[in-house]
């Protein structure tokens, strides 16, 4: 299984709501990302866990809130957004942690907020 | 600062050969890969260049100069399925974790 699964595939929330990304992989990886892509834009790094711990928030709002139940499940919840967070919300692996690591990508969230 | 600029847009035939320029500023160096995402599709790994040359995968190919802080895509033999955009990407910003270029928006035509 060389693949990493995100759930739902698209989402429409409203400004009160609060939901959650799910994202899955069986690979063994030990690092799991958040990327946020806007339209037409580079993927934008949000948040990197490593052996389940978080290690990086690039200074991320904290209506986002990431969560590793496990190595092999990340979650990203959702409260209180903006329209201007409507993007597409990317989950990553990696078999490492270093720099630099072959990422592989799940297919997104298309998330709008109304 | 961190960046990776890439040209907007590149057109090209079917059958033809194109390539994808890279430029970069990091402040320290570990590889420049490159992906590949469809419209509404993932990112996905094409390649990889930790020293300087040129690395081929098939269809594929990608060279760096450190020197010049400058790598490139080759794609030879343009399907239409190759078009998409076209993404760099290295290790920079505070964390030195992967950050993406610009993006290329490749079109092939028949």
Redesign the interface.
Known sequence: DTE?TQTPKHLVMGMTNKKSLKCEQHMGHRAM?WYKQKA??????MF?YSYEKLS?N?SVPSRFSPECPNSSLLNLHLHALQPEDSALY?CASSQGTG??????????T?LSVL | GQSLEQPSEVTAVEGAIVQINCTYQTSGFYGLSWYQQHDGGAPTFLSYNGLDGLEETGRFSSFLSRSDSYGYLLLQELQMKDSASYFCAAPGGATNKLIFGTGTLLAVQP
């Open positions: 990493v990302y037409k834009k580079p993927p934008e790094l990197v990086i690039e990317l720099n630099g690591e072959k990422l592989f990508f799940g297919s997104g298309q």
